[in-house]
C-alpha cells in the first residue's frame, strides 16, 4: 500500500506572505512566531516517545470527474450524514447513481475535482512542522488525512498507521462547529475501524472534536473579510451585507438537537464581535439535499431575495468550511454569484493555506496536547433524542481512551 504520509520538507504556503506580515497580528501569534525559533531535537523530548500522528479529518472530495461516482455512493450509504431509513442500501447507490452525471459536471467546471485533499494535505503538513517546534515534547509529529468518502479514506488510513507503528493519535476534526453527521460520523468510523484492525488498542486516541470560537480561527475570517470589504468604494463599505453561509442540515437532525447550528452561530458571533458589528449581517445555509425539510433561509434565495430589494451589495463567507471544495467553487461562485450577475455580490477568500490558520491549527493541536489530550465535555453528551448505537459505543470508546490516557 502507498504510503499517505506527506513529505517532510518544509513549503512555502501559497499565500502573500510578505502582505500578511505587514498586518498587526494579536498578541497569540506573536507567541506562536517566537516559538518556532526552538529547535525540536534540542532534548526535551523524551527517548520512549516514538511521536504522534495528527490525524485530519474531513468529508474529502473526488480528485477527478472518475471518482465522483464513488464518493456518491459513499456519501449516501452514511446513515450518519443522510438517513434514508431502512431501505439506505437500496435507495443510496440509487441515488448516487441518479446523481453522478450532474455531479460530474459541476467538477469539470471547477477544474476536474475537488482541491480539498491538497489544500488539507497542506494544512496537516505545515501544522505539524509548527508543532514540532512549539510543542517539542510529543514530537515528531506525523500528519495523516482520512477522508470520509474519498482518497485517503480512513480505513486506508488506520491500517497505515497501524503499519506506521502510531502508538499515540490525535483525531483532529476539521469541521470548526460540531455535527452529528459530519465529525460524529468520522468518529464512527475511526471507532469502528479501531475495533476490527485494532482489537489490542496499539494506537491510543485522543479527539478535537470542536473548535468554533478559537481566536485564530476568527482572526482569520474577519482578515478575509476586511480584505473583501476593502474591494467596496469607502461609500458603500459599512453597507455591505454580510452573509454567513454554512451547509444546512435536514431539520430531522436539527430537531433530534444537533449542536451545530449554535455552534456555527458562536463562530459567526466571535468574528462579528472581531468586526466590531460594522456590517450587517445574516447567517444563511446552502446545499440542500432532498425534498424533506431543512434549516433555512437558504443561501441562493436569501442572495435572490436581497436583490430584488435593491440589495446588492452581498459578501458571502463560507463559514464552516476550512477550505475550498465544491460548495464554494461550484455552488457558492459558479451558481449563487454567477446567476446573480451582480457586480456587487462576492465570496470572502476560504481559509486554505492562509498562514495565520495554519498557526491556529498548531495552537489548537498544542492545547489539546497540553492538556493531556483531553476532549471537550460535550463529546460525550449525546443528543437528547439520540437512539443511535454507533454513536453510545463510540462516545464509549473514546472516554476509555481518555479514561486510560490520564491514568498514565
Request: positive net charge.
Amino acid at each position: 500500500m502507498a504510503s499517505l504520509l506527506f513529505p517532510t520538507g518544509r513549503t512555502a504556503l501559497p499565500r502573500a506572505s510578505a502582505r500578511l506580515s505587514s498586518l498587526a497580528r494579536p498578541s497569540y501569534l506573536s507567541r506562536r512566531f517566537l516559538a518556532t525559533a526552538s529547535d525540536p531535537n534540542d532534548g526535551s523530548t523524551s527517548s520512549s516517545n516514538n511521536g504522534t500522528a495528527i490525524v485530519m479529518l474531513n468529508m474529502g472530495g473526488p480528485g477527478t470527474t472518475d471518482e465522483v461516482g464513488d464518493f456518491l455512493s459513499r456519501l449516501f450509504m452514511d446513515k450518519d450524514l443522510i438517513p434514508l431509513g431502512p431501505l439506505q442500501k437500496y435507495l443510496g447507490p440509487l441515488i448516487s447513481r441518479r446523481r453522478t452525471p450532474k455531479i460530474q459536471h459541476q467538477y469539470s467546471e471547477i477544474g476536474g475535482g475537488s482541491p480539498i485533499r491538497k489544500w488539507t494535505e497542506l494544512q496537516a503538513r505545515e501544522a505539524c512542522n509548527l508543532l514540532d517546534h512549539i510543542h517539542p515534547s510529543t514530537a515528531p509529529h506525523t500528519p495523516y488525512v482520512a477522508f470520509r468518502y474519498a482518497s485517503p479514506l480512513t480505513e486506508d488510513t488506520v491500517r497505515q498507521m497501524l503499519s506506521d507503528g502510531v502508538t499515540r493519535a490525535v483525531a483532529f476534526t476539521q469541521y470548526p462547529q460540531y455535527s452529528c453527521s459530519t465529525t460524529g460520523s468520522s468518529l464512527n468510523e475511526v471507532w469502528r475501524l479501531a475495533k476490527k484492525y485494532d482489537p489490542t488498542n496499539q494506537i491510543k486516541w485522543s479527539v478535537i472534536d470542536r473548535w468554533p470560537t478559537h481566536p485564530g480561527l476568527v482572526e482569520v475570517f474577519a482578515r478575509h473579510i476586511e480584505e473583501s470589504l476593502a474591494t467596496y468604494s469607502p461609500s458603500e463599505r459599512e453597507e455591505v451585507v454580510l452573509l454567513f453561509s454554512a451547509h444546512s442540515l435536514p431539520m430531522s437532525v436539527v430537531n433530534r438537537g444537533d449542536p451545530y447550528p449554535a455552534e456555527v452561530a458562536a463562530t459567526v458571533w466571535a468574528v462579528m464581535q472581531r468586526l466590531k458589528f460594522k456590517n450587517p449581517y445574516r447567517l444563511v445555509w446552502q446545499s440542500q439535499v432532498g425534498p424533506s425539510a431543512w434549516l433555512g433561509a437558504q443561501t441562493a434565495t436569501t442572495v435572490e431575495e436581497y436583490v430584488k430589494k435593491g440589495q446588492t451589495n452581498l459578501l458571502l463567507i463560507p463559514i464552516a468550511f476550512t477550505s475550498d471544495h465544491i460548495e464554494t467553487l461550484y455552488e457558492l461562485d459558479l451558481e449563487i454569484i454567477g446567476d446573480a450577475k451582480q457586480p456587487g455580490i462576492k465570496r470572502a477568500e476560504s481559509l486554505n493555506g492562509d498562514p495565520i490558520f495554519i498557526r491556529a491549527l498548531a495552537d489548537i493541536a498544542k492545547n489539546h496536547l497540553e492538556n493531556a489530550g483531553r476532549s471537550t465535555p460535550q463529546l460525550y453528551l449525546r443528543c437528547p433524542k439520540c437512539t443511535s448505537e454507533r454513536c453510545r459505543e463510540q462516545k464509549a470508546f473514546f472516554r476509555q481512551q481518555q479514561t486510560e490516557a490520564a491514568a498514565t
